[in-house]
């Protein structure tokens, strides 16, 4: 199975801020990559397909870039609404998986 | 817009079999792919199986031997039978549409998620 990093699992930060999570995969998965947004007691949120497509309906804010082996979301200015976890996952093979989750929260 | 909503029970006893279904509304069943997808505190967001309503299926090899899915095409739902249930089990259930339009085939649509309890 491809094993899926995130870096960090947590972060704390504060609205205007950057903000850059990394996934890492086992092995290379060219575009095969996924990014969800959950926020607490919903289903995720389809945020970025394909390594750097924005998803219809997601603030440009969030963006995806990386191919191969390492991946990255970054929020350009993070608003109150984003405080969320953040899962990454791949479709390049079975089984799919998904990253552990990094947790995005106020500082 | 297409909407998707799932139904079972909430608690399932050890060594039993668990059903559940996925009702999907404002669209047909027929033209994408579905999924389920469950998420456990120890184990995280973890792919189980997809179907086509064609018959192309796929499973997670972990959980291969005790997944079955079945589609009802005339109700729009599609089901999830996991056998021999343990307390590793207990888990939110999600159905979603995987979506492959897009060469990713992601994840585009969820259903709100039933949490599913091992327990004797």
């Known amino acids: 199975d491809i094993q899926l990093t995130q870096s960090p699992s947590s972060l704390s930060a504060s609205v205007g801020d950057r903000v850059t999570i990394t996934c890492r995969a086992s092995?290379?998965?060219?575009?095969?990559l996924n990014w969800y947004q959950q926020k607490s007691g919903k289903a995720p949120d389809l945020l970025i397909h394909?390594?750097?497509n924005l998803q219809s309906g997601v603030p440009s804010r969030f963006s995806g870039s990386g191919s191969g082996t390492d991946f990255t979301l970054t929020i350009s200015s993070l608003q109150l609404e984003d405080f969320a976890t953040y899962f990454c996952q791949h479709s390049y093979n079975i089984p799919f998986t998904f990253g552990p989750g990094t947790k995005v929260d106020i500082k | 817009q297409v909407q998707l909503q799932e139904s079972g029970p909430r608690l399932v006893k050890p060594s039993e079999t668990l059903s559940l279904t996925c009702t999907v509304s404002?669209?047909?069943?027929?033209?994408?792919?579905w999924t389920w997808i469950r998420q456990s505190p120890g184990k995280g967001l973890e792919w189980i199986a997809y179907f086509y309503h064609s018959g192309s299926t796929a499973y997670n090899p972990s959980l291969k031997s005790r997944v079955t899915i079945s589609v009802d095409t005339s109700k729009n739902q599609f089901s999830l039978n996991l056998s021999s249930m343990t307390t590793a089990d207990t888990a939110t259930y999600y159905c979603?549409?995987?979506?492959?339009?897009?060469?990713?085939?992601?994840?585009?649509?969820w259903g709100q998620g039933t949490l599913v309890t091992v327990s004797s």
């Open positions: 404002g669209g047909s069943i027929t033209t994408s792919y």
């Open positions: 092995q290379s998965i060219s575009i095969y």
């Open positions: 394909d390594a750097s």
């Open positions: 979603a549409r995987r979506f492959c339009d897009r060469s990713s085939c992601p994840f585009d649509l």
